[in-house]
C-alpha cells in the first residue's frame, strides 16, 4: 500500500500549509496527536542534546535504563579536551525503586561517581518516570554538592508534554544554575564574547573561533560546544553574547542580559551570505572598527576561494529540488537560503519544534507552491515529497531511510552529521555533501516502471 | 582520552550503570510486533520513548521502522493515558489503517499503572482489525525481556488449538535476532521439507527491497492466520531460552503444543542441535545439501583451527546470542576469558534459567574458567580486560570504545551493530552463519597480524 494515498486526519490539517494557497497561519508548538508516528523528542532528550556537550561533566541519567542507552554518545560533538561526557551514566532505576523512590539509590550512584572520577561537575537529568515517583532531585543534588565540594545540578527534564523545547529551558536553567557567579563580581572582558547555541557537532565552533580571532575578536565561552565547567563558569565577563541556534538559547540569552548585562544578538554561520553578514554585524556590535576592516578582508578572500567551488556546484544542480525536515526552525531557515546559494529550489519545508516567528519567516523565504509542515508524520513526508518531486531530502536518523525507499537523496543535518556545516569550508562541504548524494550512480540502478 | 575506565576495580554497590550493555524492554516489544504481517506497534507513553525506539532501530537496520505513540501530555500522568490510547487506536485504523495494533507500554504508562486490557475492550476497533498488547515495564529486564513478553502476547492473544489432531508442522521462535538469521532459518527449514511457522518474522520488514516507493506495511512478517495456527502444531522450538521460551511455554499450556528450547543455532554444535531436534521430531532426513554445509564448515573449522587455538576472547551482549558465541568459540579452541550481558539472568524458578550457570557449565566442560556475569556494563568488561587482556572482542558496536583503548581486534555481533551495514541481512545461524563468524574472527585476527608484523614476519601465506 503507498501511505501517500491515505487519507489525511482532519486534525493535522491545521499544520500543514502552502505558501500562496491559504491565508491562515499554521499551527505548531502544540501537542502530537495521539496515534500519530511523530518524530518527536522528549523533554530530557532536548535538555540532554543542549548539555551533553559539555566535555568534563559526568552525565548522570536518573530513571531507567532506556534513555541513558539512547543518548549513549549519539550527539556526535567533538570536544579537545576531556572526553568523560561521552560515557554513559545511569541510576538503571528497578521496580523497587519505582515503589520505594529512587533517591537512596541516585544519592549512592553520585557518592561512587565522584569517588571514581573526581569529576569537577555533574549532572543529574530527571527522566519522566522521576517525575511520578517524585524524587527530590534538587534536595538531594544540593546535599551532594555540599558533601563532595563538586556541584552536582539537577536538570529538571522529567516533562514529558514530548516537546523538546521544554528541555532546552530546562538545560538553560541549569547552566544559568552553573554560571550563577556566587562571591566575585565579574569585571568585563572588553570585546569578548560568548558563542550561544553551537554543539559543535562537526567542528563548527572551532571554525568560528578562528574567523573570530583573525579578525581580532575574543571567544570567551561556546555553550556549549566543547565547554568545559572552567570556561563556563567566565561567561559572565563576556560583554557580547551571539546566538546561532535560537530555539535552544533564546531563554539563556534573555536571562544573561538581564542577569549580567549582556547584550545578544542572532548569527547564523551557515552559508555565504549568513556568515559574512554574521561577521559584520558582530565587529558592528562591538563597535570594533578594526574588528570590521578586518573582517571585510576575511570576507573577500574566503568568498574568492569558495564561490568558484559553488558556482561549479551549481551547474550540477540545476532543476534539482529539495525537501527539508529538521527539528527547529532556525535550522529549516538557515538551510533555505543555503539551498539557493547552491541553485537547489526548496519544495518542502517542515520542523519538528518550529516556533511562529520561524514559520513566519519560512513563509517569506520559500518561493509560491512550497509546503510548510509541523511535526510532519512519515506518510505526509512521504505524500509531498513525491508530489513536489523531491529530489533530495535534509532530516535526521529516522528519515534516511525513507528518503532511500524512495529513491530520493539525503543529507544528515543533524545529530549524525560528519562534516562541518559552517563559514565558509563549510558552505563547500554543504555542496558537496549534496553532490555525493545527489549525483550519486546508485540512483541509477533502481528499476524504473517498464525496464 | 577516550578511555576513562580506571584499572583499579573497587566494589560498586550503587546499582548504577555505566556504559550500559542493554537497553529497555519497549524496543524489544517494538522489534518483536514489527515481526508481524502489516502489524503497527504502539508504544503507549511520551512521544520521546517511540522516537528513541524508532530511532535506535533505525540506526540497526538501515530500514524505515514504522510506530505509533500515545502522545501523553502532563494530564495523562494525573488522570492516566486511557483517553489518549483510545483516540490512538481510532486515529491508527482511520489514517495507517494496519490489520494488527501491538501495544506496549513504556516506563511512564506502566508507572501511572493504565489497565491496557480494559482500554482496548472499550476501544472503536474496526471489524476485521486486532489490537493486542503487552506490559514492558522498563525498570525490570531488559530488551530481551521485552522481545519475549510481546513474543508471548502474540500467543496470549492469536494462538488457538482449533483441530483435533495436531498438524504435522513447528513452530519455530527464532528469538531477538536478524532477518538475515530468520531467513536462514526458514532456509533450512525448508531444506529439511518441513512445514514451519516461524513468529515472530521481521525478514521482509526491516530488510525489504528497494523499490522507489515506500510501503508502510512491507510484505514480511508473519501472517495473523499464521499466529492462529501455531496453536495447532505438533511442536514448537525456541531458539534461545531468555527471548523466545516464555512465548513456547504459553503455547504449551494454552493449546498443548510441546515446547522445546534450543540454544540460538550459533556455531556448529548448536546448528547440529536443532536440525537433529527437527529430524527426530518430523522423521526427515537432513538433505545432502546441508550435510554438504556441514562438511564444509567442518572443512573450515579444520583448515583454519591453528589462527584461533588458545586465543583469548572477550564476548557481550544479549544472552542467547552470548550463549551461542561462548559455545562457538570453545568449539574452535578459543578460550573466553570474560563473558557478560547487560541483561539479568534470571530468577530461581524462572522459566529461562541462569545465564552464569549455563556460561559456566560450558566452561567447566572445557576446563577451562572465566569471568561470568549477568546484568553487567561495559564500565565491568572494560575493567576486566585492563586486567586481564584478551586477543579479540566479540559484541555489539558500542564494544568500540573497549577495542580502541585496548588495541584489541574487534568483531560485530549482536544488537545493535550501528557503526557497519549489511550484517543484518547476514545469518549468525546454521553452518552458514558459522563460516560466517568464522570469517569475521580470523579476519579480524588476521589484519592485526598483518599490521603488527615486522617487516621480516610479514607474511603472503597465512
Ligand atoms: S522513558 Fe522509559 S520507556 Fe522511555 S526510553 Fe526511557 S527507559 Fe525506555
Sequence with gaps: ?451 | MLDCTPKEMKPRLSGGLINPAKTCQPIGAMYAALGIHRCLPHSHGSQGCCSYHRMHLTRHFRDPVMATTSSFTEGSSVFGGGANLKTAIKNIFQVYSPDVIAIHTTCLSETIGDDIPSLIQSAEIPEGKLVIHTNTPSYQGSHITGFSNMTKSMVKYLAQASTTVKKDQVNIIPGFVNPGDMREIKRLLKAMNIESILFPDTSGVVDSPMTGEFNMYPAGGTTIEQLKDTGNSKLTIALGRFASSDAAELLSSKCKVPALALKTPIGIKASDAFLMALRGSFAQEVPAEIEEERGQLVDIMTDTHFHFHGKRVAIFGDPDIVTGLTEFVLSLGMAPVHILTGTPGGAIGSAVGSFEEDINGMLLEANLTANVKAGGDLFTLHQWIKNQPVDLLIGTTYGKYIARAEDIPFVRAGFPVLDRSVHSYMPLVGYRGAMRLIEMISGALLDRADRDAADEDFELVM
Design chain 1, 1 to 451: 500500500m503507498n501511505v501517500g494515498a491515505v487519507e489525511m486526519l482532519e486534525s493535522r490539517q491545521d499544520f500543514i500549509a502552502t505558501k500562496g494557497k491559504q491565508k491562515n497561519q499554521i499551527k505548531c508548538d502544540a501537542d502530537s496527536i495521539a496515534g500519530c508516528v511523530s518524530q518527536r523528542a522528549c523533554v530530557y532528550c532536548g535538555a540532554r542534546v543542549v548539555l551533553n556537550p559539555v566535555t568534563d561533566a559526568i552525565h548522570l541519567v536518573h530513571g531507567p535504563i532506556g534513555c541513558a542507552s539512547y543518548t549513549w554518545d549519539i550527539r556526535g560533538s567533538l570536544s579537545s579536551g576531556s572526553e568523560l561526557y561521552r560515557n554513559s551514566f545511569c541510576t538503571d532505576l528497578k521496580e523497587q525503586d519505582v515503589i520505594f523512590g529512587g533517591g537512596k539509590k541516585l544519592t549512592a550512584a553520585i557518592d561512587e561517581l565522584v569517588a571514581k572520577y573526581s569529576p569537577s561537575l555533574l549532572f543529574v537529568y530527571s527522566t519522566c518516570i522521576v517525575g511520578v515517583i517524585g524524587d527530590d532531585l534538587d534536595a538531594i543534588c544540593k546535599s551532594a554538592t555540599s558533601r563532595h565540594g563538586v556541584e552536582v545540578l539537577p536538570v529538571q527534564s522529567s516533562g514529558f508534554i514530548g516537546n523538546k523545547a521544554a528541555g532546552y529551558r530546562a538545560a538553560c536553567d541549569t547552566l544559568l544554575q552553573l554560571i550563577e557567579p556566587t562571591k566575585q563580581i565579574w569585571s568585563k572582558k572588553a570585546g569578548s564574547i560568548n558563542y550561544l547555541g553551537d554543539f559543535n557537532l562537526a567542528g563548527e565552533a572551532w571554525i568560528i573561533e578562528e574567523y573570530l580571532r583573525e579578525i581580532g575578536i575574543e571567544l570567551n565561552v561556546v555553550f556549549t560546544g566543547d565547554s568545559t565547567y572552567a570556561k563556563i563558569k567566565t561567561a559572565p565577563q563576556a560583554s557580547l553574547n551571539i546566538m546561532q541556534c535560537a530555539g535552544s538559547m533564546n531563554y539563556l540569552a534573555t536571562k544573561m542580559e538581564e542577569l549580567y548585562e549582556i547584550p545578544y544578538i542572532r548569527v547564523s554561520f551557515l552559508g555565504l551570505e549568513d556568515t559574512a553578514d554574521s561577521l559584520r554585524r558582530i565587529a558592528a556590535a562591538l563597535d570594533n572598527v578594526s574588528a570590521a576592516a578586518k573582517a571585510e578582508l576575511l570576507i573577500s578572500r574566503e568568498i574568492a576561494k569558495t564561490k568558484p567551488v559553488i558556482d561549479w556546484y551549481r551547474g550540477k544542480f540545476a532543476g534539482k529540488k529539495a525537501a527539508i525536515y529538521v527539528g527547529g526552525g532556525f535550522k529549516a531557515i538557515s538551510l533555505i537560503k543555503q539551498f539557493r546559494e547552491i541553485g537547489v529550489e526548496v519544495v518542502m519545508v517542515g520542523t519538528q519544534t518550529g516556533r511562529q516567528e520561524e514559520y513566519d519567516t519560512i513563509n517569506e523565504l520559500v518561493d509560491e507552491g512550497t509546503v510548510i509542515l509541523d511535526d510532519a508524520n512519515p506518510a505526509e513526508l512521504e505524500r509531498f515529497m513525491v508530489s513536489k518531486g523531491a529530489n533530495l531530502l535534509v532530516g535526521g536518523v529516522k528519515e534516511r531511510p525513507l528518503a532511500y525507499k524512495l529513491g530520493i537523496a539525503f543529507i544528515d543535518h543533524n545529530h549524525d552529521r560528519k562534516h562541518p556545516l559552517s563559514g565558509y569550508v563549510g558552505a563547500i562541504n554543504f555542496a558537496e555533501e549534496v553532490y555525493s548524494t545527489l549525483c550519486s550512480p546508485v540512483w541509477n540502478s533502481i528499476r524504473k516502471g517498464d525496464d
